[in-house]
């Protein structure tokens, strides 16, 4: 298994989990980009946004994502990003949500 989201998933390398539910799990962001950086992916592996066509997996992503911001107190607004391919910026190629927040964040794309 060469895929480190699948390899966390699997217990089989470390992660801080603050979400976990039978097939979403969302851990903290090895290199945050705002004080509050949750990964939300699911269990088993999907390439990305593209090849999602399981829409009761897609909606646990997306309350996964809106828990998670409950419970890191996000109340004043967050942020939920996916980057999908090699135009989108997807870095690692297992389908993941950013969950971001804890500051005022900028605009969503450079002008
Ligand atoms: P992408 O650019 O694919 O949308 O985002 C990938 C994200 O995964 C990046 O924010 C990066 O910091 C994070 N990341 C990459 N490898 C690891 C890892 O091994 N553990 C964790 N927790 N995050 C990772
Ligand atoms: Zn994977």
Redesign the pocket.
Same mark, same amino acid.
């Given at each position: 298994m060469d895929c480190? %989201?699948c390899r966390?998933a699997a217990g089989q390398?470390p992660?801080?989990v603050v979400f976990e539910s039978p097939r979403v799990l969302a %851990?903290?962001?090895?290199?945050?980009?705002a004080p509050v950086?949750v990964?939300v992916v699911p269990r088993e592996h999907v390439d990305s946004l593209w090849e999602l066509v399981d829409g009761a997996l897609a909606g646990e992503l997306l309350l996964a994502a809106a828990e998670v911001a409950r419970s890191k107190g996000l109340a004043r607004g967050f942020r939920v990003?996916?980057?999908a391919r090699r135009d989108?910026?997807?870095?690692?190629?297992h389908l993941?949500l950013?969950v971001v927040g804890g500051k005022r964040l900028g605009r969503m794309l450079p002008s």
């Open positions: 480190i %989201f966390i390398a992660a801080r %851990f903290e962001d090895l290199h945050p980009q950086h990964l990003i996916t980057n989108g910026g997807q870095e690692v190629e993941h950013h």
